[in-house]
């Protein structure tokens, strides 16, 4: 998810734990300062620009490698907020569930989130909620902004930092339940027409769940399918696209092809572009205008 989201998803679960011991503005401070601590692994200086699309959410976001962290950052809490020191467990609490919630709404978009590493490393992608939905974040900042001018714990605002989290996790599961709903329908559209996909997947379109973006991969071909969860058939358009696939018949063997397949699970594009084998991840964004691309390598007159 975008940072300010991930901000106050932290924020709002520290204000909830800790906030009734050190008050609502310091703990949503930390909380948010914490929230944002997984993304840090964006300043790691990778040598290949593959490696840093298909690496980032990676060791930082594990659910492992975050409990080891935990006793780290709850410590800390403990040692400097006096209205900690005789809650060690519920700081340590706190820490953690602040981690995994970043790294769990993380994988339920649509970019690879190794949230099992290193037991697991393969990137878990749900794609059932756009990487900034305003409506999962708004209930979110809304208290986040409240604690900020509030210095003192009421139990009001309890009730409104455990409501805000009640209403954005239920958004989460509802934009799950939404995504199983058109999936299905896409493959029942799909099947009357006799495509029988490879694979698919089903993407909301930006910053909303209501419309949503169906992937059908069959073999050299990808459709594009445009379907409103709520609407009739009339509605959803679709379009039919070349793979590219017959780019790569000379390109024999290629780590970064196999990286960009792996992480893309198998959702990926082809296109021959000046001379460059160019791979696309057709996941995230639009035809022809993809967000991650990458030249793999260079037409030879052999070639």
Known sequence: MDSLTQFALGAGVGAALLGPRIGPRKA???GGLLGALPDLDVLYPFDDPIDAFTLHRGATHSFFIQALA?????????????????????????????FVTHAVIDALTVYGTRIFWPVFPDPVGA?????????????????????????????RFGKAAVAAL??????????????????????TLLAEAGVYPDRLLANPTPFNSLFWKVIAVAGDRYINLYVPLFGPQEQI??????????????????????KLAAFSDGFYGVDLEDGEVVVSDLRMGMTPNYVFRFAIAEETAEG
Do not use: M
């Open 28 to 30: 949503a401070i930390a």
């Open 70 to 98: 935990t006793p780290v950052f709850g410590e800390a809490l403990v040692r400097l907020f006096e209205g900690l020191r005789d809650q060690r467990l519920r700081s340590y609490l706190a820490v953690y569930l602040i």
């Open 127 to 155: 794609g059932s909620i756009f990487i900034i939905d305003p409506l999962y974040s708004i209930p979110l900042l809304v208290v986040v902004i409240w604690a900020l001018f509030k210095g003192n714990w009421t139990p």
């Open 166 to 187: 009640v209403v954005s996790t239920a958004y989460l599961g509802a934009g799950l339940a939404a995504q199983q709903a058109i999936e299905t329908r896409a493959r």
């Open 237 to 258: 358009t679709a379009y039919i696209h070349a793979r590219g696939t017959e780019h790569l018949a000379c390109l024999g063997e290629s780590e970064a092809l196999d």
